[in-house]
């Protein structure tokens, strides 16, 4: 990415960022955020509330983060306006991975530290009448943003299946999954790409699930990133947060009961409900934080094909998992 454009990019959204900063996600907030006054404040975009970031509200919800010495400010930020964001030092971190490893790739000093899922966590739910996704030839399929991550999950899953975007199903751009919810259940779509818990509350109304994305494609997501110049100068912040999401994700993948309560509490959702959305959650869980050779390259040859301009690209140029690693030797010694 020349340097213009990432000049460029900065200007555009700077003033929005600043002003967005000062609306935490106060959805997104338990008392579990509030921390000690002598724990260091990190400020962390997301772009939803969504429970694919799990190991991190189950870090905030067990005390991970307050025993590492941190307070973590949650702000909701678009993704271009997060990416911004990070890059001009509004915010220290952001989970919007998929489309940073994106920009990474084109030049931005950026680097992907952890992934919460190693598949894409995302289900293409339809009308009660599908009963295949061969079915769905000709019909409307919902999505939130073409370039966005359901967007190229839903590609190659469709691929995958026999259906060729744009000759045999067409994908409609709708926005944030409540959008597109409310689209499939109006009738103006056929189907649509749902995370949970709307997977779950989808098929409790009567539609169908027809696939799991993550059967059909390694798509690592979810995933924390931050500026090459904080993993260069300020690590040990850097480490200590890795080291909380890691527990994190450790504590959801080996207690599951206690991990259910806490995704009940935190996104306010029946018993049944949070549970059958933490099954859903778990098969696209990551085993560690990292992701595989072969997963990054699955981003790498979207981008490839979305963007001419994008050649081979080195893995290290997007993603650093050397803290991750000097975690997991620390942690499971």
Do not use: C
């Not at 959805?27 to 939803?48: C, Y």
């Not at 749902?194 to 059967?215: C, I, S, V, W, Y």
């Not at 390694?218 to 931050?226: K, L, M």
């Not at 009940?264 to 934080?289: F, P, Q």
């Amino acid at each position: 990415m020349a340097m213009e454009e990432l000049s460029t990019m900065r200007m555009m959204t700077r003033v929005l960022a600043r002003v967005l900063m000062l609306l935490p996600l106060l959805a997104i907030m338990t008392p579990a955020t509030s921390q000690s006054a002598h724990a260091e404040r990190i400020k962390l975009a997301l772009p939803s509330r969504s429970m694919g970031y799990l190991p991190l509200f189950v870090a905030i919800h067990r005390g991970f983060m307050k025993d590492e010495g941190i307070d973590v400010e949650l702000t909701a930020l678009l993704p271009n306006i997060a990416h911004n964001a990070l890059l001009s030092g509004e915010v220290d971190y952001h989970g919007v991975a998929d489309s940073a490893l994106r920009i990474a790739a084109k030049g931005a000093p950026l680097k992907t530290i952890f992934f919460s899922a190693r598949l894409p966590n995302y289900f293409l739910m339809a009308k009660p009448q599908f009963k295949s996704v061969a079915e769905l030839r000709g019909k409307l399929i919902a999505v939130s943003r073409f370039g966005g991550t359901t967007d190229l999950a839903a590609r190659v899953a469709l691929s995958t299946n026999g259906l060729e975007p744009g000759r045999d199903v067409v994908l409609i751009m709708i926005g944030l999954g409540h959008t597109r919810n409310a689209a499939l259940m109006a009738g103006s779509v056929d189907a649509t790409i749902a995370n949970p818990p709307d997977n779950t509350m989808l098929k409790q109304k009567g539609f169908r699930e027809l696939l799991f994305l993550g059967d059909a494609i390694e798509f690592p997501s979810n995933g924390f990133t931050t500026t090459d110049r904080r993993l260069a100068e300020n690590r040990d912040q850097v480490k200590r947060l890795v080291r909380a999401l890691y527990r994190g994700l450790m504590f959801a993948r080996d207690r599951a009961e206690e991990t259910i309560q806490i995704v009940e509490r935190e996104w306010k959702l029946e018993a049944a409900v949070a549970r059958d959305s933490y099954t859903s959650i778990m098969k696209a869980a990551s085993k560690d934080g990292a992701s595989s050779a072969a997963g990054l390259k699955v981003h790498v040859q979207l981008f490839q094909a979305a963007d001419k301009s994008i050649g081979d690209i080195p893995l290290n140029k997007m993603v650093d998992f050397s803290v991750l690693e000097e975690v997991r030797r620390e942690v499971n010694r």
